[in-house]
Nanobody, 121 residues
């Protein structure tokens, strides 16, 4: 079991930046894939960025060039640096960890409680 706690959300003007953090209760990001998702009112939760156990990252098209996902394995923390924020980035941002438990690919999923990001125009 892994507990994930997000922080760093808040209110920012369009064009501004925020850096979100996700702290894990135990070492997980160094061994398993993880990601940031977001959910805006009336919309489905969507993938923002993912990071694999080897550190490679992938991004949704709508954040490429603006957001950067990273992690600090020693601190059991994952980050999402968000630059050039737009009003449509407004959402609750969730930390996600996929804990793979065997070679066949079985896994458990863990979610943080979410942190609100609001971007004003």
């Amino acid at each position: 079991q892994v507990q994930l706690v997000e922080s760093g959300g808040g209110l920012v003007q369009a064009g501004g930046s925020l850096k979100l953090s996700c702290a894990a209760s135990r070492s997980t990001f160094s061994r398993n894939p993880a990601a940031w998702y977001r959910q805006a009112p009336g919309k489905q939760r969507e993938l923002v960025a993912g990071i694999s156990s080897d550190g490679s990252a992938n991004y949704a098209d709508f954040v490429k060039g603006r957001f950067t996902i990273s992690r600090d394995n020693a601190k059991n923390t994952m980050y999402l640096q968000m630059n050039s924020l737009k009003p449509d980035d407004t959402a609750v941002y969730y930390c996600y960890s996929k804990v793979i438990v065997n070679v066949e690919g079985a896994y458990y999923e863990h979610w943080g409680q979410g942190t609100q990001v609001t971007v004003s125009s």
